[in-house]
């Protein structure tokens, strides 16, 4: 009897050790404190947190950046919140309506084309959009597909990167629908979303931009420095809903730091208030 226990014994043990129950949990991601038992249903968690296929590889590629693996962000909503109406302005937004704990990472220009970070991106699969400007891409257009193949979207930052406000109406619709056109020739669609150059626009950029088939005017709320934040609201946190502008840089102008060493950055400057990255063209 005695043998037939320690046999069982030793069996149960190899089944859990093949099933991996006893393998160490990866760590879990910052996020705010879990309400109180309801008949809600559960947040939504990352793959590495919730034990899903492929989640300790997830896992080890967030550690190999210095992060934690981020909460799945919530499901798109059923009907964006930000639409461009018939007969109306193209709306001109900063953040998006949501009480979700989510903000929405956008990159502009395109000088910077680190091969580090299209590895990155791959690995993390954090949603962002690319804003992009023709004379920062144009000697390396083929750089930014694989980011396209990844799913990241790709938006309008115009021809040459004018301060628009200085131009004549028709000089802002050829910087506007000439990058529509040309960014639709190399990566197959015609954006959605356009972001005037330093935040400057005045109506004759929004009619130019409405005219392009431009849907929104996309501009921020905070923006990733070298090592920090640069918030609009004095309270100096993010809010949910909030769009993040950072740049395609490097270390000449990033005092050395790299681009994956700035945007590893920016994510934990967002894990730490909690927040996850949802995607911007979900909700507009």
């Keep these: 009897m005695k043998k037939t226990i320690v046999l069982w014994a ?10 991996g129950c006893t ?10 404190p879990a309400p109180p038992a309801s008949s809600a249903p559960a947040p939504s968690r990352s793959a590495a947190e919730s034990g899903a296929p492929g989640a300790p590889a ?8 210095g992060l934690k693996p981020f909460a799945a962000p919530p499901a798109p909503p059923a009907v964006k919140p930000v639409v461009r109406r018939a007969g109306e302005p193209v709306p001109v937004i900063s953040e998006i309506p949501t009480e979700e704990k989510i903000v929405f990472v956008t990159i502009d220009d395109g000088a910077e084309k ?17 804003f992009l400007t023709d004379s920062a891409i144009r000697a390396d257009y083929a750089y ?29 619709r050829r910087e506007i629908c000439g990058q529509q056109e040309r960014l639709k020739e190399r990566y197959g669609t015609a954006p959605r979303l356009f972001r005037p150059p330093y935040g400057n626009w005045n ?27 640069q918030y609009q609201r004095g309270d100096r946190k993010l809010h949910p ?28 400057r967002i894990q730490e208030q909690g927040f996850t990255v949802a995607r911007l063209e979900d909700y507009v």
């Design 144 to 172: 930014f597909s694989p980011l396209v193949a990844q799913g990241h979207g790709v938006a309008n930052h115009t021809l040459t990167h004018p301060n628009l406000r200085t131009l004549s109406p028709d000089a802002q």
């Design 58 to 65: 997830a896992a080890a590629a967030y550690r190999k950046w």
């Design 23 to 32: 393998a160490e949990r990866p760590t879990a991601p910052v996020t705010a």
């Design 241 to 268: 809903g909030d769009i993040v502008l950072a740049h395609f840089r490097g270390p000449s102008e990033l005092k050395g730091r790299t681009m994956t060493e700035m945007t590893a950055t920016m994510l934990r």
């Design 203 to 229: 109506e004759a950029t929004r009619a130019a931009a409405g005219s392009c088939g431009v849907d929104a005017i996309v501009l921020w709320r905070e923006s990733m420095q070298i090592q920090n934040m």
């Design 114 to 130: 680190d091969p580090e970070f299209v590895t990155m991106m791959k690995e993390l699969e954090v949603p962002f959009t690319m």
């Design 10 to 19: 030793a069996l149960t043990a190899a089944v859990l050790l093949v099933t």
